[in-house]
């Protein structure tokens, strides 16, 4: 075989693997406007709700996600202004100094920020909360939590004679 019939039909071998993935790779068709994702979401959606305007976000007791932590807080959560004496103490304020047996039950000496001392029975309102119970050693309150991004709104705190059994708890 010659050097020219050699050339050619390396030439021509070349060619053609060159041409196939030419052929291969041509451009696809465009998807039909009725396929697209958009078209297909919106379908799905007024599927399920019925339409798009007629869609509310149900919390289910989660926040909603939409809704900036960094809101104000609306002025019926608030703070509120504080009364006089113990109804103006908040729990975190109050130190317990004593617990006095009646015939009644246990009543509780509470020292507030004023440096005054205050006996409290079960049912006395602080502030943010009111005490539950009072036994021998430990007056427990019902905190109103005030967070409003919190799905608990209220929660117990005990406050003991004893600091070291508190820390036990």
């Given amino acids: 075989m010659s050097r020219r019939a050699t050339l050619a039909l390396v030439s021509l071998f070349l060619g053609v693997a060159w ?4 052929r291969a ?3 696809a ?7 697209s994702p958009a ?3 919106k379908s799905i959606g007024t599927e399920a709700l019925g339409s798009a305007e007629g869609y509310a976000y149900n919390p289910m007791g989660r926040r909603d996600p939409v809704v900036s932590l960094l809101k104000p807080v609306s002025p ?5 202004t504080r009364r006089p004496g113990m109804e103006g103490f908040l729990i975190q304020e109050v130190a317990l100094k004593g617990i006095v047996k ?9 020292l507030g920020t004023d440096g005054k001392s205050y ?3 079960v ?7 009111v005490v539950t119970a009072i036994d021998a050693t430990t007056v427990t309150f019902r905190q109103e939590v005030t967070d409003p991004l919190s799905t608990v709104k209220s929660r117990d705190m005990k406050k003991t004679l004893y600091p070291s059994e508190e820390a036990r708890q």
């Fill in 25 to 27: 790779q041509a451009p």
């Fill in 119 to 121: 006996f409290v029975g």
């Fill in 39 to 41: 078209d297909s979401l």
């Fill in 76 to 80: 019926d959560q608030g703070p509120k």
């Fill in 123 to 129: 049912g006395q309102r602080l502030f943010d909360g």
């Fill in 102 to 110: 009646t015939p009644k039950g246990y009543i509780a000496m509470l």
């Fill in 29 to 35: 068709a465009p998807p039909s406007p009725a396929a």
């Fill in 19 to 22: 041409a196939t993935p030419a």
